[in-house]
């Protein structure tokens, strides 16, 4: 991949790890214009979705993309804001913990502030990595942060919850607890949870991990504010708003081909989408 000189940003780190401090809402976004939207749209820091940016590229979720060619719509997505970005990295696009090591040298070097990897392996018969995999990877995520001088934010996600593990609850939330200690003891600042959006579940978890908590916001459940309220250090929309803006889109398609018209309140100026990439970000 074909790179700009290497723009590490400590300072973006440092006011990342402050906005979770407060409780952080996280849009995410899926290339350079709709990080530069959300930006504009008064958030302090932005997240992307693996999800959104493989779909916008051509490809399925769950590291099928070549990791230069999402490492290079990073670096665009970072050259559009001057906001913190948070990186989703997956698992960190490699076999190895010398690789994700590798992958997360070169997502600071581009200026991410903060980056997610996750335990998911995307395999039905083996759906999470063993745990003791994932932290050898976290800390060598955690020694190439600290390598660079970058006190990156390090997001653990686990899958726990989405991919169903164990029999009860109980055992999920156990097997969440053990995976989250060790995933913060490896040099993790919190632990992720897509797929737990249940208030009281939150506060358990969070008392019972010693650590901050991530979870994602599902249309239809409980607002972001009651989520942070619960417990939570950050609420992220993962892929939600990539989806809306493709079912809005369709919807306007079909409208303009059954009546011939666009009704398209709150569109954009062209000439104030065509200002954000005509000069420096502001």
Request: charged share 20%; hydrophobic share 40%; aromatic share 4%.
């Amino acid at each position: 991949m074909t790179r700009s000189q290497p723009q590490s940003r400590p300072q973006h780190a440092h006011l990342l790890r402050a906005l979770h401090e407060r409780g952080l809402i996280l849009p995410c976004a899926w290339d350079a214009v709709s990080a530069r939207v959300l930006q504009q749209a008064g958030s302090p820091a932005i997240g992307t979705s693996s999800a959104a940016v493989a779909f916008a590229l051509g490809f399925p979720d769950g590291q099928v993309a070549p990791r230069d060619t999402l490492l290079a719509a990073l670096e665009r997505t970072l050259n559009a804001v001057t906001v913190p970005v948070t990186a989703d990295l997956e698992g960190g696009y490699a076999d190895t913990p010398q690789g994700v090591a590798d992958t997360v040298h070169t997502a600071l070097s581009l200026g991410a502030a903060g980056l997610n990897l996750e335990d998911a392996t995307g395999q039905p018969d083996r759906p999470l990595l063993p745990a003791d995999q994932q932290v050898d990877r976290l800390r060598a995520a955690r020694a190439a942060a600290d390598a660079q001088g970058v006190p990156a934010y390090l997001n653990a996600r686990t899958d726990t919850y989405l991919t169903g593990y164990g029999d009860t609850d109980a055992d999920r939330l156990d097997e969440t607890v053990r995976r989250g200690r060790a995933y913060l003891q490896a040099g993790a600042d919190s632990v992720f949870v897509p797929g737990l959006t249940d208030p009281p579940t939150i506060r358990a978890l969070r008392d019972r991990l010693g650590g901050a908590l991530a979870v994602m916001h599902a249309p239809g459940g409980p607002d972001a504010h009651t989520l942070l309220r619960a417990g939570a250090s950050r609420v992220s929309t993962g892929p939600s708003l990539f989806l809306a803006a493709l079912g809005h889109a369709a919807t306007l398609s079909a409208q303009f081909r059954e009546r011939g018209t666009l009704d398209t309140p709150g569109a954009l100026p062209f000439g104030t989408v065509q200002g954000w990439f005509s000069r420096s970000p502001a």
